[in-house]
C-alpha cells in the first residue's frame, strides 16, 4: 500500500460471495476493483484462441505478461472450459509470478482498490489495509452455483457440482505455491447463512474504521 492508496484483499472459495462483496463495496467507495481469477481465465483463453499449449510454461508466462487487466469480460471467461484450462496454467510457478506482479501493480491505482482471489492477502497484497476471507459451507457454495444455472434456464447436476467444489477446495488449499488460507489478520465473513447484504454492512463498517483511523 502506497501512501496515496487504500488496498482491499478479499480472499475466499469458489461460490463463498466474494466477488459479488468485492464489486459492492468498490463501488461504495469509488475504488478499482480486480477479480484476479479472471487474469488466469484471460490467460487460459488467449492460449486456447491461438492454438498454444497448455503445458509449456514459458509460452504461458509469455502470454500472461501481455494480459491487458483493464479489459478483462466476465460473462466470456466465465465458460466452462476456460476455467479448466486457467486450472492448468494456474499452478504454473513463472504464470503465477508474471501475474502477481501485473495485480500488485493495479492495486496501487489511486484512491483504492479492492482485489479479490486466492492469495491476495496473503501473497499479492500482504500489506493491505484491510483483509477479508469470505467463505460458506461446500453444500451452501454449491447450492448457490446450481441456483445460478438454472437460473439462466440451463440444466445442471447439483450433485455433479458439489463434487466439483470439493475438489476446487482441495486444489486450491492443498498446492504448493500461494494456497488458499486466510491472511493472518484476515476478518473472517462466513456467508452460508448471512445474505451479501449482511456481509456487506459487516465489511463495510470494518473499512470506516479502519479509514477513519488513517484519516
Not at 484471460?42 to 492460449?47: D, E, G, I, M
Not at 445460478?148 to 470439493?166: H, N, P, R, S, W
Amino acid at each position: 500500500m502506497t501512501n496515496e492508496t487504500f488496498t482491499i484483499a478479499i480472499d475466499g472459495p469458489a461460490a463463498a460471495g466474494k466477488g459479488t462483496l468485492s464489486r459492492r463495496i468498490a463501488d461504495q467507495y469509488g475504488f478499482h476493483h480486480l477479480d484476479t481469477g479472471l487474469t488466469y481465465r484471460a490467460t487460459a483463453k488467449a492460449l486456447l484462441d491461438a492454438g498454444l499449449p497448455l503445458d509449456d510454461e514459458a509460452v504461458a508466462e509469455k502470454i500472461a505478461r501481455e494480459v491487458e487487466l483493464a479489459g478483462l469480460d466476465r460473462d466470456i471467461l466465465s465458460k466452462h472450459e476456460i476455467g479448466e484450462a486457467a486450472s492448468r496454467i494456474a499452478v504454473m510457478p513463472a504464470v503465477r509470478r508474471a501475474l502477481v506482479e501485473a495485480q500488485r501493480r493495479f492495486s496501487t491505482k489511486a484512491p483504492g482498490t479492492v482485489l479479490d482471489g486466492r492469495d491476495i492477502g496473503t501473497v499479492v497484497c500482504p500489506n493491505a489495509a484491510v483483509k477479508f476471507y469470505v467463505t460458506a459451507s461446500p453444500e451452501v457454495r454449491a447450492r448457490r452455483r446450481y441456483d445460478e444455472i438454472l437460473g439462466k434456464g440451463l440444466t445442471a447436476d447439483f450433485d455433479a457440482i458439489f463434487e466439483d467444489v470439493k475438489r476446487r477446495d482441495e486444489r486450491d488449499m492443498g498446492r504448493a505455491d500461494s494456497p488458499l488460507k486466510p491472511a493472518d489478520d484476515a476478518h473472517l465473513l462466513d456467508t452460508s447463512e448471512m445474505s451479501i447484504e449482511a456481509a456487506f454492512q459487516a465489511a463495510q463498517s470494518i473499512i470506516d474504521a479502519v479509514l477513519s483511523r488513517n484519516a
